[in-house]
């Protein structure tokens, strides 16, 4: 399983954009991208996958170089309820596959 | 739809006392399940992953035990419980594949005292 490596915390005010990027050096060919959100006291949400390229959904989008070493999360204009733990996971598409969570980047949005 | 049904929210239980949460996935079938633990402030540590009934990996060697009796019950059990047990224990579900990952129950906050 890659691992991934992304930074611990990030501050932000409200309006602006985010990009917190996220290395994973030895992502296999078969692994996509996954990005999760936790907010205190509950469980982690689904945000946005992918394999290369960018994604785009409703949330945010996520921004994979070719070589596929490190991706990027990008929320558009933060509100203070973004203020949250996100994390960046690899893991491949098999029927028994396992997403191991790192430590997250904690997220704060200030006013 | 799929719904995931985890409970208690919340438990405080003796040390030395067994333990016992249960996990329910409604709304799909042959799901892949989960136990996850989350030490406060800390990032989410897989305990236990089943890909079938009767079909149980343990990932960390601990005091706990995990069990599938039915296809969409997921059962977290502890014979005595240690303090270092506390924790916030999550249940998830997939369907097998990557798309849309994994959906996370709400949690049982567990204080060993």
């Known amino acids: 399983l890659a691992k991934t490596t992304q930074p611990i915390s990030m501050d932000s005010y409200e309006g602006q954009e985010v990009n917190i990027t996220c290395s994973h050096n030895n992502i296999a060919t078969n692994d996509y991208i996954t990005w999760y959100q936790q907010f205190p006291s509950q469980g982690p949400r689904f945000i946005i996958q992918g394999y290369k390229t960018k994604v785009t959904n409703e949330v945010a989008s996520l921004f994979i170089p070719a070589d596929r070493k490190s991706s990027t999360l990008s929320l558009p204009r933060v509100s203070l309820s973004d203020t949250a733990v996100y994390y960046c996971?690899?893991?491949?598409?098999?029927?028994?596959?396992?997403?191991?969570f790192g430590s997250g980047t904690r997220l704060l949005v200030r006013p | 739809s799929q719904t995931i049904h985890q409970w208690p929210a919340t438990l405080v239980q003796p040390v030395g006392s067994p333990l016992s949460l249960e996990c329910t996935v409604e709304?799909?079938?042959?799901?892949?399940l989960y136990w996850y633990r989350q030490a406060a402030g800390r990032g989410l540590q897989l305990l236990f992953y089943?890909?079938?009934?009767?079909?149980i990996s343990s990932e960390v060697p601990q005091n706990l035990s995990a069990s599938r009796p039915q296809d969409r019950q997921f059962i977290l059990s502890s014979k005595k419980l240690l303090l270092s047990d506390s924790g916030f224990y999550l249940c998830a579900w997939s369907g097998g594949t990557l798309e849309y990952g994994y959906t996370f129950g709400s949690g049982t906050r567990l204080t060993v005292v």
């Open positions: 089943s890909v079938g009934i009767g079909q």
């Open positions: 996971l690899v893991g491949s598409v098999d029927s028994s596959y396992k997403l191991i």
């Open positions: 709304g799909t079938s042959n799901p892949n």
